[in-house]
């Protein structure tokens, strides 16, 4: 069956560290992959897309990869600060932008 | 640019009664999908409208329902509701067909409550 999975359901770290967040993924075969943020009460907020053809996407302290053959994600946020802390959120197309599909979320708390 | 808005932000409804919450896309976005996402659970995907078609759909029972209106607005409608439908009900808008889209811009939410 079509399973998304999240590393964890809650990442602590250190400010100033880099925070890694996993997307792993089974049966699916996505054209490309979205990475959003969720605060408490709020919508997801789009943070970057990775297209299969891509490995790599950087967007300031951001990056992203994405491994088609082991059918991961990778999320970083380096240099972390307190107001990173939030649910992160992958996201898998099905269908060429008709239909999404969303990872369980990690919960991110950096820690001052 | 205005953002995409939902109403009502929250909602109280009972079991068996009917529910309609709504939508503004951003503008110049001709897109909009419905998703449902409960306590602690990443947004499940309802269904998506597309020039006021139904574009695409997740695996939810015909008693949830859609509207896309000329301007990009939509409507999502709850029959029969029942209580496993109490959640956050999250409006996306997007720009369907260009090549640097598909990210989409997530309204507030409707916190629906069903007693």
């Known amino acids: 069956s079509q399973k998304i999975e999240q590393n964890s359901e809650a990442l602590n770290i250190q400010e100033g560290k880099t925070a890694t967040l996993t997307c792993n993924y089974t049966n699916y075969s996505p054209a490309y992959l979205q990475w959003y943020r969720q605060d408490p009460g709020r919508g997801p907020v789009f943070l970057l897309l990775?297209?299969?053809?891509?490995k790599e996407k950087r967007k300031e302290r951001l990056k992203v990869t994405f491994d088609t053959t082991l059918k991961q994600s990778l999320f970083h946020i380096t240099a972390s600060q307190p107001a990173d802390s939030a649910t992160y959120l992958c996201?898998?197309?099905?269908?060429?932008?008709?239909?999404?599909?969303f990872g369980p979320g990690t919960r991110l708390s950096v820690l001052p | 640019e205005t953002g995409v808005t939902q109403s009502p932000t929250h909602l109280i409804k009972t079991r068996g009664q009917q529910v309609t919450l709504r939508c503004s896309s951003q503008?110049?976005?001709?897109?909009v999908s419905w998703y449902q996402q409960a306590l602690g659970q990443g947004p499940q995907f309802i269904f998506q409208?597309?020039?006021?078609?139904?574009?695409g759909r997740g695996n939810f029972p015909p008693r949830f329902s859609g509207l896309q209106f000329p301007n990009y607005s939509s409507e999502l409608n709850v029959n029969a509701l029942e209580l496993d439908d109490s959640a956050l009900y999250l409006c996306a808008s997007s720009l369907y067909g260009s090549r640097s889209s598909y990210e989409q811009y997530f309204g507030p939410g409707t916190r629906l409550t069903v007693t």
């Open positions: 996201a898998l197309d099905r269908n060429y932008g008709q239909n999404f599909v």
């Open positions: 503008s110049g976005h001709n897109t």
């Open positions: 990775i297209r299969e053809n891509e």
């Open positions: 409208y597309y020039r006021e078609e139904e574009n």
